[in-house]
């Protein structure tokens, strides 16, 4: 009992028992891989199974899409080459270089009234506490424990979550919180008479030094400014499919290998 | 009753292991919040049929196991399910001769009293829940408790665990 007690504190208030969440972690992640394998098979079954003209047609789609996708980059590179060479004339300390890892979900549930998520990469793969998760269309959540072979994520819609942000047509400074549901997210102190608009999109702004700036986070859903009151309320939607994504991207944010995905480890699919 | 030596240990850490891996199976969104305790019925149920064998040293690593499943405050479901057991064995005589509907309404109040722990805890530290479905698991609980309980008193004979 008071063995618990003084852990709680603990857990609360600093990292102590962070080690021994891990290990507790590491050996009871066989269960978590177990409850996982039915969705991993399926999956790995439906692909093999696939019909050969499926799997043509995929193929033509992707190429297709993989063409686009250059063309694009190309014009990156050279907007990207184009925006380190302002900023070193600036003299800015901004990096632009970022390592990136693509991590699986594991198809687990975990506190219902809590949005997190279990991903299939921990410390063996450099996973780090803090460390920013994106998915394909914006930013997801952050790392909030990590063990050697699995990490948990706190998802930007938790409750406890607050992100600094940055809406991208002026710059205007925010705070999205968390609401608890996956598809809305709450700006607080907004004054009534700032300029946001519906529509607009929200930006990390790098502010909280746990997240790179830049990345896209929601888009403006609602403002209603309130006369009576000092603040506006202003709801926002993620971007990232927080309660649909099967892979995630970690961030390296600070690291000097330029923009180059990470080697590929394996288990990735 | 030839000889009093515990036996069986290996299938009451197996059912345990399969109550985890069930508090973590995947639900449909809609569904999540009803989710029975099962780690606390296969918990209460060891408790009631062996009290000498799983006790509150038990409970308390079983939630503490909970705890890193789901990723809650270390040492929050610890304690719950800690005090759980304990009322669990305080009551168990009384809950061996009941019938097994009324031993569904002693599941119903004990899983209440966890969940009140837990609720208390996040309270505390400042994660309020804002819905009242957080008190479902234990109407779900009481329900599935029927199920648990003669499949895991059919498990205890088959493989004469003592």
């Known amino acids: ?269 | 009753m030839k000889s009093n030596e515990p036996r069986g240990g290996k299938i009451i850490f197996f059912s345990f292991l399969v109550a985890f891996a069930l508090a973590t199976l995947p639900l449909p969104e809609w569904a999540r919040p009803f989710r029975p305790e099962w780690v606390a019925l296969t918990l209460a149920y060891w408790c009631i049929a062996l009290p000498s064998r799983v006790n509150v040293g038990i409970g308390w690593m079983a939630g503490l196991a909970v705890d890193v499943l789901e990723g809650s405050l270390l040492g929050q479901h610890a304690l719950a399910y800690a005090v759980f057991a304990y009322a669990c064995i305080r009551v168990h005589r009384q809950l061996r001769v009941y019938p097994l509907w009324q031993q569904s309404l002693s599941v119903f109040v004990l899983v209440i009293l966890e969940q009140m722990l837990v609720f208390w805890i996040n309270g505390v530290v400042g994660r309020t829940l804002p819905t009242l479905l957080y008190w479902a698991p234990s109407l779900t609980s009481a329900l599935v408790w029927p199920w648990v309980f003669m499949t895991l008193r059919d498990v205890r004979r088959r493989f004469a665990v003592s």
């Open chain 1, 1 to 269: 009992m008071v063995l618990s007690m003084v852990m709680m504190t603990l857990d609360h208030r600093s990292n102590y028992l962070e080690q021994v969440r891990a290990a507790l972690a590491t050996v009871l992640y066989p269960v978590q891989a177990l409850v996982h394998l039915p969705f991993s098979a399926s999956s790995w079954l439906g692909e093999n199974l696939a019909s050969r003209e499926a799997l043509i047609a995929e193929n033509t789609r992707l190429r297709s899409q993989n063409l686009v996708l250059r063309g694009q980059l190309q014009k990156l590179i050279s907007l990207e080459l184009e925006n380190m060479r302002l900023r070193k004339l600036l003299d800015s300390s901004q990096r632009v270089g970022e390592r990136v890892l693509i991590a699986e979900l594991v198809a687990v549930d975990l506190d219902p009234f809590t949005r997190q998520v279990l991903i299939n990469k921990g410390s063996l793969h450099e996973v780090h506490q803090g460390q920013p998760v994106l998915d394909a269309e914006g930013v997801f959540g952050q790392v909030i424990h990590v063990a050697p072979l699995n990490s948990t994520v706190l998802l930007i819609s938790d409750l406890s979550h607050a992100l600094p942000v940055q809406v991208a047509r002026n710059g205007l400074r925010a705070i999205a919180e968390g609401t608890g549901d996956d598809t809305r997210l709450q700006l607080r102190h907004i004054p009534i008479n700032a300029d946001i608009r519906e529509g607009d999109l929200l930006i990390t702004s790098g502010l909280g030094g746990v997240f790179p700036p830049g990345y896209p986070v929601a888009e403006v859903a609602l403002v209603q400014p309130d006369n009576t009151q000092a603040y506006a309320t202003v709801v926002a939607t993620p971007l990232a499919h927080l309660n649909r994504a099967r892979e995630v991207l970690l961030v390296w944010p600070d690291d000097p290998q330029a923009g180059l995905p990470a080697p590929p480890t394996g288990d990735t699919p």
